[in-house]
């Protein structure tokens, strides 16, 4: 895995294998590319140190020769060599900075052996001490260029070790040409030795120069690939070394997270991003609630210790929607339960409840006693308050299937407003527009239900006569219902849709429950937003229309659009 953030930058597509590469494409790439620079370089090294030791040890022979007895040959070989070693540092310097093809080794091969010529030539023939030369001219050809270079670098050392020999004198003038014959023959077997030797071993540094490159290849391929996996993987990763400090987090960790890579790696600790997780169980799936930019996130996150106890390998996932929709499932199933219940409780209590009525009101009619006659009444009156419990029950367990159809939203808010103008729980508090005309798929009388309980709470929850209810219609298409009334208890938030759940004095507790129910029939979700500073708001988002018709006539009446305050409800 990777080590650091940077080991996962600049990804791109990646190369084909380098298996599919031939040994023939391979050895071309070394030798016309970036293999063939570096022998070049470390030839040119290597010739560099050689030309100083012939150097020095020419300037130390001509040392010894008196001035005046300094021929021109000796002054012109200390010359040759003397431009040869510039040259070759000026050469050096060229390799570093460009990359070179196959015609800079050729030129390389000739020089050398010329350079060899010339300094045998000046140095006596068959007498020279730098005889040795030509051996070292085939050597670099057979690095430079494997077989070919060696045979190449033979026939040109060996012609020009003939031709010096062909124009200086004295190597021909001997007493004994049998001895001269032996030397020619001697050197000329030597370089064939060395030209078959070091063609062998250019050969196998080519071939192994060119594994070692498709192996870096390889390699780097190999690399990018994980780096595009670990990049492109949905679940979050994180590594930390063994001290705790984070090393490496890739995209979708930054993402859940809502952190950038700069801001963590090197930067923080793996307990500030995940606490107590040095504490976990290796090798087992836990479930982890952590505190994000986005807020609260619920992680399910599995730990794997490093190779060598270097660290720790974090890979989690967010589980923090698939919890919601499985509470919402979780409801879901509970309703459905109780729409199973509701046929039996319809006939083993609104049967029976009717028939407490009836008598009671008997009761109540024959009866010519004050007192029994008010205790028949109460019995009328509870089993009436009975009775509307059980069709809101029963209202919540099965709703009616709502006719979707395009309905102007806006339209529907200011219905529902002018029908609760007159409801004594507005008296007092202040109602705010702001309605866009927006449409949407649902069923209008079910919506002024929804909106009817959301303000009804609203007005209910409000205590001061400063108090106000602002009511948004925006596109999504959404709903909002804000009040000012302070906030919902965090350990109330998860249950205020359950039913016959209520915190308030003499209600049912059905009222978001049936709200919760119609959304949901609607395919829409609704959510709550609370805090003691900015108040609470409930947000109904429904269906929007495939083809928004915004002329298109609703079931409600339809009105001017209308942005006023109302006050004084």
Same mark, same amino acid.
């Given at each position: 895995m990777p080590s650091s953030s940077r080991d996962a930058r600049g990804l791109g597509p990646a190369a084909p294998p380098a298996k599919t590469v031939g040994r023939t494409s391979s050895k071309t790439d070394l030798r016309a590319g970036g293999g063939l620079t570096v022998r070049l370089l470390w030839l040119t090294i290597f010739r560099t140190i050689a030309t100083t030791l012939v150097l020095g040890g020419l300037g130390a022979q001509l040392a010894s020769i008196p001035t005046g007895e300094l021929s021109r040959a000796d002054l012109a070989s200390f010359g040759i060599i003397g431009f040869s070693y510039v040259l070759t540092l000026v050469t050096g310097l060229l390799i570093r900075r460009s990359r070179v093809g196959v015609e800079a080794a050729w030129v390389q091969i000739v020089f050398d052996v010329m350079l060899a010529a010339s300094v045998v030539f000046l140095t006596g023939g068959s007498r020279s001490p730098f005889s040795f030369l030509f051996l070292v001219s085939i050597v670099g050809a057979a690095v430079l260029l494997g077989t /070919?270079?060696?045979?190449?670098g033979f026939l040109g050392a060996a012609s020009a070790y003939l031709g010096v020999l062909a124009i200086v004198p004295s190597s021909l003038a001997t007493s004994d040409p049998v001895r001269f014959a032996l030397d020619l023959f001697i050197q000329l077997l030597a370089q064939l030795l060395i030209a078959v030797l070091s063609g062998y071993v250019g050969e196998q540094l080519t071939r192994t120069g060119g594994r070692l490159d498709a192996s870096e290849r390889e390699v780097k391929q190999l690399t990018e690939l994980q780096n595009e996996i670990v990049s492109a993987m949905p679940s979050g990763l994180i590594t930390c070394d063994s001290v705790g400090a984070v090393t490496f987090l890739n995209p979708a960790a930054a993402s859940i997270l809502g952190v950038s890579a700069e801001?963590?790696?090197?930067?923080?600790?793996?307990?500030?991003?995940?606490?107590?997780?040095?504490?976990?169980?290796?090798?087992?799936?836990?479930?982890?609630?952590?505190?994000?930019?986005?807020?609260? /996130?619920?992680?399910?996150?599995?730990?794997?210790?490093?190779p $060598?106890?270097?660290?720790?390998?974090?890979?989690?996932? =967010?589980?923090?929607?698939?919890? /919601?929709?499985?509470?919402?499932? =979780?409801?879901?199933?509970?309703?459905?339960?109780?729409?199973?219940?509701?046929?039996q409780l319809a006939h083993e209590i609104r049967n029976p409840l009717a028939a407490m009525r009836g008598s009671a009101q008997l009761l109540a009619g024959d009866s010519a006693s004050a007192p029994q006659h008010k205790l028949a009444n109460v019995i009328v009156r509870e089993a009436d308050r009975l009775a509307g419990l059980v069709e809101g029950y029963l209202d919540l367990a099965r709703p009616p299937r709502?006719?979707?159809?395009?309905?102007?939203?806006?339209?529907?808010?200011? &219905?529902?407003?002018?029908?609760?103008?007159a409801d004594p729980s507005f008296l007092g508090v202040r109602v705010e527009e702001e309605l866009e005309p927006v449409e949407a798929a649902c069923d209008a009388s079910q919506v002024k239900?929804?909106?009817?309980?959301?303000?009804?709470?609203?007005?209910?929850?409000i205590?001061?006569?400063?108090?106000?209810?602002?009511?948004?219609?925006?596109?999504?298409?959404?709903? &909002?219902?804000? =009040?000012?009334?302070?906030?919902?208890?965090?350990? =109330? /938030?998860?249950?205020?849709?359950?039913?016959?759940?209520?915190?308030?004095?003499?209600?049912?507790?059905?009222?978001?429950?049936?709200?919760?129910?119609?959304?949901?029939?609607?395919? $829409?979700t609704i959510t709550v937003d609370s805090n003691p500073e900015a108040g609470t708001t409930f947000s109904v988002t429904l269906r929007a229309l495939d083809a928004p018709t915004l002329g298109t006539s609703s079931p409600t009446t339809q009105h001017e659009e209308t942005h006023v305050a109302h006050s004084g409800r």
């Open positions: /070919r270079g060696a045979v190449i801001s963590v790696v090197g930067q923080r600790d793996i307990e500030s991003l995940f606490p107590q997780v040095t504490g976990l169980v290796v090798a087992r799936r836990h479930e982890l609630k952590v505190q994000t930019p986005r807020g609260e /996130r619920t992680l399910g996150l599995s730990v794997a210790t490093l $060598g106890a270097r660290g720790l390998l974090v890979v989690f996932q =967010d589980l923090t929607e698939l919890r /919601r929709v499985e509470q919402e499932l =979780d409801k879901i199933d509970h309703l459905a339960t109780l729409g199973r219940l509701s046929a709502p006719q979707l159809v395009p309905t102007r939203l806006d339209h529907v808010v200011h &219905e529902t407003l002018e029908l609760l103008r239900q929804v909106l009817i309980n959301l303000l009804r709470n609203a007005a209910a929850a205590t001061s006569r400063s108090g106000s209810i602002r009511i948004r219609v925006k596109a999504g298409p959404l709903i &909002e219902v804000w =009040d000012s009334a302070g906030s919902i208890a965090p350990e =109330d /938030r998860q249950r205020i849709f359950d039913p016959f759940f209520s915190r308030s004095r003499g209600g049912s507790g059905l009222g978001l429950s049936t709200v919760s129910s119609i959304v949901q029939a609607h395919g $829409g």
